[in-house]
C-alpha cells in the first residue's frame, strides 16, 4: 500500500530537549516535504526536499532543522524545542509529475512544556 | 500576505443539501489548483483539482469550479453527507511547481 508513514504519532517533550519524528514514503517519490498545522492559519510548510541531498527553506524553518540522506526518508529535527513548537506536524510527499498532488502522512502531534 | 484564501473558517450544512466551500487567490500565475480533505487525526487526502485550461472538473458529488478574471474557484458538494464533515483545504500551483501554496482551510459541519 502506498503511503507516507510518520512517528511517533504524539509526543510530549520538554524545552530543550532534542528530537526527531521521522518520515518514510514508499511511492519512491522525488519530493518530500514537512508542514505544520495550527488554528486559524492552515498549513504551513517548514521545510521541503527535492531530492536527495536536496533540501530547501519553507515559510517557516527557524528551529527546525531536515535531512535527506534517502530518498525515502525525510526526518524533522528539533535541536532545542520550545512551547512555540507545539503543533500538529505533517509530512508529505509527491511525484515529479507536473501538478502531481501530494500523500501526506497521518500527522504527529507534538506538545512542548 | 495570503495568496491563497478561504475566508470562511467554517460552513455547516443540511444532509442532502450543496455545500459550496470557496477559494479565492491572487497570484495569476497560478495554473492547477487542487482540493485536500481532512478528516480529525488524519492527514490531508488529495479530493479533486483543476486545470486552468477547464472551468469546471467534475467526480461524482464534487465538482469545482474555476473562475479565472475574478481568481476564484468553489467546491460544490452535492448531496451533502454527514461523512462529509471534515476540513477542506484548498492548494494552488504555479508553472508545475511541486510547491503548493495552501489556503487556512474550511470546516464543513453536514448535520444528519
Known amino acids: 500500500e502506498a503511503q507516507v508513514t510518520q512517528n511517533p504519532r504524539y509526543l510530549i517533550t520538554v524545552t530543550g530537549k532534542k528530537l526527531t519524528v521521522t518520515c518514510s514514503q514508499n511511492?519512491?517519490?522525488?519530493?518530500m516535504s514537512w508542514y505544520r498545522q495550527d488554528p486559524g492559519l492552515g498549513l504551513r510548510q517548514i521545510y521541503y526536499s527535492m531530492n536527495v541531498e536536496v533540501t530547501d527553506k519553507g515559510d517557516v524553518p527557524e528551529g527546525y532543522k531536515v535531512s535527506r540522506k534517502e530518498k525515502r526518508n525525510f526526518p524533522l529535527i528539533l535541536e532545542s524545542p520550545s512551547p512555540n513548537q507545539t503543533s500538529l506536524y505533517f509530512c508529505a510527499s509527491g511525484s515529479d509529475r507536473v501538478n502531481s498532488p501530494l500523500h501526506f502522512g497521518n500527522g504527529t502531534r507534538l506538545t512542548v512544556t | 500576505d495570503q495568496q491563497v484564501k478561504q475566508n470562511s473558517p467554517s460552513l455547516s450544512v443540511q444532509e442532502g443539501r450543496i455545500s459550496i466551500l470557496n477559494c479565492d487567490y491572487t497570484n495569476s500565475m497560478f495554473d492547477y489548483f487542487l482540493w485536500y480533505k481532512k478528516y480529525p487525526a488524519e492527514g490531508p487526502t488529495f479530493l479533486i483539482s483543476i486545470s486552468s485550461i477547464k472551468d469546471k472538473n467534475e467526480d461524482g458529488r464534487f465538482t469545482v469550479f474555476l473562475n479565472k478574471s475574478a481568481k476564484h474557484l468553489s467546491l460544490h458538494i452535492v448531496p451533502s453527507q454527514p461523512g462529509d464533515s471534515a476540513v477542506y483545504f484548498c492548494a494552488a500551483l504555479s508553472g508545475g511547481s511541486y510547491i503548493p501554496t495552501f489556503g487556512r482551510g474550511t470546516s464543513l459541519i453536514v448535520h444528519p
Open positions: 511511492m519512491n517519490h522525488e519530493y
